[in-house]
């Protein structure tokens, strides 16, 4: 989006903390403010440092923390393309902004943690909660399996499951034919 509120297409050719280089048919004026919204990255927002036809590069300005996630998600990509391997997810995923949500156990622990990314089939957080792969678990009010454990967090996938009010277990739910 441009300086005058104007929306093109375009291609991130270069993405760091401290710039992004678009290849787009239309730029603005050198120095006007460029918002790009980046797929697995998000929102940068900087000035036109450097243009010339069918490209512009942007000076970015980001928070430290903000500086933070950009650095995680750019490591992220290039760690899923060193390995070859595309995102297997069938749905996609939307970055948000750290928020905290509460994490809670079937025992009934609870423990604030830090939603990085999530869409509607699971979410991604930071946390030192102790929990085991497949154990089930509450995001604030989704019922979700731990799919993955990593140092400081865990994926979740969300499920549908009720608990067994006598045994006060979680039994699996019954699908509909």
Known sequence: ????????????????????????????????????????????EGYIVRRAPGWFALETRVTPRKGERVEERIAWIRESEAIATPDTRRLS?????????????????QQIAQLTDISKDGAAL???????????VRLDNRRARVMRVFPGGMALKFENWA???????????????
């Open 126 to 136: 930071l946390t030192d909660a102790a929990v085991e792969l497949g154990e089930r």
């Open 1 to 44: 989006m441009l300086d005058d509120g104007s929306e093109h297409p375009c291609v991130c050719i270069d993405v760091s903390v401290g710039g992004v280089r678009l290849r787009a048919a239309q730029a603005g004026p050198w120095g006007s403010r460029v918002v790009a919204y980046i797929d697995g990255i998000g929102r940068l």
């Open 163 to 177: 608990v067994d009010k006598a045994a006060g277990v979680p039994a699996a739910r019954a699908r509909r034919a």
């Open 93 to 109: 995923r939307q970055f948000v902004e750290r928020q905290d949500v509460t994490l809670s156990t079937v025992d009934g622990r």
